[in-house]
């Protein structure tokens, strides 16, 4: 599979949220609107982060508008938004993973370094959801794979039962397209899993990784290719 900028995003999306759900008390950082759940069942069981939990959905919303109008400000000036934009997220990941490294374990999802912690990668993950719509709206979400895996088994049921020959093409290659978004999504909640499991705190290196490997392929890229 040929690494894209949208399939680097959705391997970190799914890398991310697992990462912050099992080291941050159940904290979704990618998928703000699962915090719902998470906080009534924390409210319930007396399970600790239900502050994180609230704060979660007002971080992104805030983020999501701050990357929305600093993009537009930098496209007005003639800048590449979406490299800057990147590396900003790239920043937010790597000092999530000092904080992470610096006082996790979290035995707590209520004590101040666990919740700055989650709301700097809530705030990394507010900023690749709102890049992805704005700049890669034409590949398939990188941190909800609902839609996608509602679309996948609506084109599959489509290929059954039988549709236009000319219109084939078109879907099987956006049938591809999404399968390979929700594997590597998949992938990346696997990794972080298996990260977490035998390194804790540590697994949170990765990210950042990936976010480099993103921009570098953003970089690389000629001017006006989002790849």
Same mark, same amino acid.
């Given at each position: 599979?040929?690494?894209?900028l949208p ?15 099992? $080291?941050?008390?159940?904290? #979704? ?5 699962g ?37 537009e ?25 000092a904080l992470a490294?610096? #006082?996790?374990? #979290? ?45 996948i ?29 929700? $594997? ?8 972080? $899993?298996?990260?977490? $499991? ?5 697994? #949170? ?23």
């Amino acid at each position: 599979m040929k690494p894209t900028l949208p399939l680097l995003l959705s391997l970190n999306g799914g890398y991310v949220d697992t990462a912050g759900f099992l $080291a941050l008390q159940g904290l #979704f950082t990618a998928h703000v609107t699962g915090n719902f759940v998470t906080l009534g069942a924390s409210l319930v069981l007396g399970i600790s982060g239900v502050l994180a939990k609230l704060l979660a959905l007002p971080v992104f919303c805030i983020v999501v508008i701050l990357t929305r109008l600093a993009g537009e400000h930098l496209r007005r000036r003639g800048h590449q938004a979406l490299g800057v934009l990147l590396a900003t997220k790239l920043a937010l990941l790597v000092i999530g993973a000092a904080l992470a490294i610096r #006082f996790g374990p #979290f035995a707590s999802g209520d004590s101040a370094a666990a919740i700055v912690t989650g709301m700097v990668l809530v705030a990394a993950m507010a900023i690749q959801n709102a890049v992805h719509r704005v700049h890669l709206a034409a590949a398939p979400p990188s941190t909800l794979m609902t839609g996608t895996t509602t679309q996948i088994m609506i084109d599959l049921a489509d290929l059954i039962g039988g549709t236009a020959p000319e219109a084939r093409p078109a879907l099987i290659a956006r049938l591809r397209r999404m399968a390979a978004a929700v $594997a590597v999504f998949a992938a990346g909640c696997a990794a972080a $899993a298996l990260g977490f $499991a035998y390194a804790n705190v540590w697994c #949170f290196i990765v990210p950042p990784v990936i976010a480099l490997l993103a921009l570098l392929l953003r970089l690389s890229a000629p001017d006006g290719e989002a790849k």
